[in-house]
């Protein structure tokens, strides 16, 4: 993840894969490094990944807690 956060953007000459494979890869990290921190009964950091995480641009809207878990009653 620091690896990512000090190379924030990819060359211009960079396939659109490697793009969504970048972003993936961004986004998988963040949400495991959220859930270590949750594990380890650290509630702040858990809320400052997220928070980092609902930033990227590429994330969709839907995405970002406006669908409701399939458990949840209206």
């Known amino acids: 993840l620091r690896y ?3 190379h924030l953007r990819l060359p211009d000459d960079a396939s659109d894969d490697v793009k969504t494979e970048y972003d993936a890869a961004r986004r998988a990290l963040l949400l495991n490094a959220g ?3 949750i594990k380890t009964n650290e509630p702040r950091r858990a ?4 928070k ?3 930033s ?3 994330l969709a809207d839907g995405d970002r807690g406006a ?3 399939s458990w949840a009653v209206a």
């Open 56 to 58: 990227l641009p590429a």
């Open 47 to 50: 809320l400052e990944i997220s």
């Open 4 to 6: 990512l956060d000090v």
């Open 67 to 69: 669908r409701r878990p």
């Open 52 to 54: 980092r995480l609902l």
């Open 35 to 37: 859930l270590a921190a």
